[in-house]
């Protein structure tokens, strides 16, 4: 199974107001049937990510149904390695990222049990292996073996075991400490301590933050207004200052406004407005910005963000986890 690669270009107008939901649930069921085309494998290292993307957007359009949930499962348990994490694809060593992306599929469809009920060792293994990827010393997580640090590998690892109900394997309070040395002048985050701030990682911090229940520690204010000056003229956001206009962003700087109750500080119609413009209105998906080729990462972050802003016809996200919020609150009890 691959959600990764496929063809298309952004076309819609300024005018195209309509979200052309049946051709983007099109799109995705059908990137898994490229295998003839050398972009499916040169993505073999997305496989993962983009089931996670694909499937994702496939709720929140409506159409939880347009992929076979058994084919999902068996995919996601092929990808298990033995130490419990999970790789990109069959065969690919374990890494945080795709770890997370697992067991977000599994939890949105309800089957984190068959790791136990096909001798995977259920959740707790998983638990173990995301566990023993934290730095006891400064509280920060790594992404695998191989030691690299990233403030993306902290969120992965909190959302992932407050999925699962596993947040006590982790000493939370030192994962706490470590964003808060991450915190920047300006009210933004960066990767790591020092690091200049991106509205990737402001996402991922405040989102840790939310999971661990020290949202008090952020200046709301403060980073609220370095969010808003993401937005640029006609509509979209950057990442960073002086940076071009991504849909992607959307996301990644909506839902941190969101969780810090900031998000009516932007203009969202003239939000929507962009991102509807990254759309290919004929063979469906979206584009990082107008004109440019559709995949399914901007697909999932452009359907995200536009049910963030409370678009109508989109099921509800969740903007700390971007899964659909009634997945978490089966999840998480809510």
Request: hydrophobic share 40%; proline share 3%.
């Amino acid at each position: 199974m691959s959600l990764v690669s496929g063809p298309g270009r952004a076309g819609g107008t300024a005018s195209d107001q309509n979200l052309h939901t049946l051709k983007h649930v099109a799109y995705i069921k059908n990137l898994d049937t490229r295998k003839d085309e050398l972009e499916y494998w040169l993505t073999e290292h997305l496989r993962l990510n983009g089931v996670y993307w694909g499937l994702t957007a496939l709720h929140l359009l409506g159409h939880p149904d347009a992929l076979s949930r058994d084919e999902t499962i068996d995919f996601v348990v092929s990808c298990q390695r033995d130490n419990g994490g999970f790789g990109a694809a069959p065969g690919h060593d374990a890494h945080m990222l795709y770890t997370v992306s697992a067991v977000q599929i599994l939890a949105t469809v309800d089957a984190v049990d068959e790791l136990e009920k096909r001798g995977r060792g259920g959740k707790e293994k998983v638990g173990a292996f995301i566990a023993s990827l934290q730095n006891r010393e400064d509280g920060s997580f790594t992404g695998d073996q191989w030691g690299e640090t990233d403030t993306r590998f902290l969120y992965g690892a909190l959302n992932a075991l407050s999925l699962l109900g596993l947040l006590d394997l982790v000493d939370v309070p030192k994962a706490v400490t470590y964003v808060q040395s991450c915190e920047n002048f300006d009210g933004g985050y960066g990767i790591c301590p020092g690091a200049e701030s991106h509205a990737g990682q402001v996402f991922t911090c405040v989102g840790a933050l939310t999971i661990a229940g020290r949202l008090d520690l952020v200046n709301k204010d403060r980073l609220g207004a370095w969010l808003s000056e993401r937005q640029i003229d006609y509509g979209g956001f950057n990442g960073r200052p002086e940076k071009l206009v991504d849909a992607c962003y959307t996301w990644w700087v909506g839902s941190a406004l969101a969780m810090i109750d900031r998000l009516h500080w932007i203009d969202g119609k003239k939000l929507a407005t962009f991102v509807l413009q990254c759309q290919d209105p004929e063979a469906g998906g979206f584009a990082d910005r107008p004109g440019n080729m559709v995949d399914v990462y901007h697909t999932h972050f452009g359907i995200a963000g536009l049910s963030l802003l409370g678009f109508e016809g989109l099921q509800e996200v969740d903007p700390v986890y971007c899964m659909p919020k009634s997945v978490t609150a089966r999840c998480l009890g809510k």
